[in-house]
Nanobody, 124 residues
């Protein structure tokens, strides 16, 4: 069993920034961030494979959010969120896939383990 622990959520005003962290109990070849707002479907936001150059972003966050791995602890990934909007309000989840980032990662396919989530609230 693998544990994923997210942190860094909170409440900020629109235009502000937050950095989410996710630490896995062991290295995963693909890690990703998702979010789910009340009444909405889960949305895949960003993924990062073992080769960190090949990051992928959803259109809704590209240019505002950045996913990265900790240089000193490859089991930890971050989601730097800038220029936050009220529509970014959601529960944010980290997920891990031990077979690599598949083509449908953004739908959650292949994600073996999930964290419990961290809440992000953006006020306008």
């Amino acid at each position: 069993q693998v544990q994923l622990v997210e942190s860094g959520g909170g409440s900020v005003q629109a235009g502000g920034s937050l950095r989410l962290s996710c630490t896995a109990s062991r290295f995963a070849t693909c890690m990703a961030w998702f979010r789910q707002a009340p009444g909405k479907e889960r949305e895949g936001l960003a993924s990062i494979p073992a080769v960190a150059r090949s990051t992928v972003y959803a259109d809704s966050v590209r240019g505002r959010f950045t996913i990265s791995r900790d240089n000193n602890d490859k089991n930890t990934v971050y989601l730097q969120m800038n220029s936050l909007k009220s529509e970014d309000t959601a529960m944010y989840y980290c997920a891990a896939d031990f077979q690599g980032c598949g083509g449908s990662w953004n739908r959650g396919y292949g994600m073996d383990f999930w964290g419990k989530g961290t809440l992000v609230t953006i006020s306008s």
